[in-house]
């Protein structure tokens, strides 16, 4: 069960336990449910098919996910765990795919904006438009500005990024776009 459908199985459980502590049920049905959810063993039918998805292999099983997440319109989302893990194998086709596209679009969109200096005398300034920029404490960009140099932001839009050398090199500071 991934965790998404964990979640929504979850939340309605709470849901409903809430609805049922606010309004108690008096007919048959209603205290058949609570017996129901209340009783730690399942039913028959959902321990028939517990059983029979135990006796399933690796590949079966990942078919029934497939087949259930196709019929249910369950989106994939890797969510940490085997997703993250799953990740760095698929990395080697994403790397020559890359660079079959590298050609096509040559044009950088995304770039990092790194403070290298700057003036002494237009320390306090950088330090105020670091604190700014970055939404530092005072005393973080101070540390901050005096380290330099130093990657200020990453994967920022082109003209967010010209934006910030601008503001920053009419202050006195030396900023490089990567």
Same mark, same amino acid.
Request: charged share 25%; aromatic share 4%.
């Given at each position: 069960?991934?965790?998404?459908?964990?979640?929504?199985?979850?939340?309605?459980?709470?849901?409903?336990?809430?609805?049922?502590?606010?309004?108690?049920?008096?007919?048959?049905?209603?205290?058949?449910?609570?017996?129901?959810?209340?009783?730690?063993? /399942?039913? =028959? !039918?959902?321990?028939?098919? *517990?059983?029979?998805?135990?006796? @399933?292999? &690796?590949?079966?099983?990942?078919?029934? +996910?497939?087949?259930?997440?196709?019929?249910?319109?369950?989106?994939?989302?890797?969510?940490?765990?085997?997703?993250?893990?799953?990740?760095?194998?698929?990395?080697?086709?994403?790397?020559?795919?890359?660079?079959?596209?590298?050609?096509?679009?040559?044009?950088?969109?995304?770039?990092?904006?790194?403070?290298?200096?700057?003036?002494?005398? /237009?320390? =306090? !300034?950088?330090?105020?438009? *670091?604190?700014?920029?970055?939404? @530092?404490? &005072?005393?973080?960009?101070?540390?901050? +500005?005096?380290?330099?140099?130093?990657?200020?932001?990453?994967?920022?839009?082109?003209?967010?990024?010209?934006?910030?050398?601008?503001?920053?090199?009419?202050?006195?500071?030396?900023?490089?776009?990567?």
């Amino acid at each position: 069960m991934s965790v998404s459908c964990r979640y929504a199985a979850q939340s309605c459980a709470r849901q409903l336990r809430t609805t049922a502590a606010r309004t108690p049920l008096r007919t048959s049905s209603a205290v058949a449910l609570q017996r129901r959810y209340n009783s730690t063993e /399942a039913s =028959p !039918k959902i321990s028939a098919i *517990v059983d029979q998805i135990s006796q @399933l292999t &690796l590949l079966e099983t990942a078919d029934l +996910v497939a087949s259930l997440k196709s019929r249910l319109n369950i989106p994939d989302l890797p969510v940490g765990g085997f997703a993250a893990a799953a990740a760095p194998a698929a990395a080697p086709a994403a790397v020559e795919e890359a660079e079959d596209a590298a050609p096509a679009a040559a044009e950088k969109t995304l770039f990092s904006v790194k403070l290298m200096a700057f003036d002494a005398g /237009a320390k =306090p !300034k950088v330090i105020k438009e *670091v604190k700014n920029l970055l939404g @530092l404490s &005072l005393v973080d960009s101070k540390k901050f +500005v005096e380290s330099a140099p130093k990657l200020m932001k990453e994967s920022v839009p082109k003209d967010e990024a010209e934006k910030i050398v601008a503001a920053m090199k009419e202050l006195g500071a030396t900023v490089v776009m990567e």
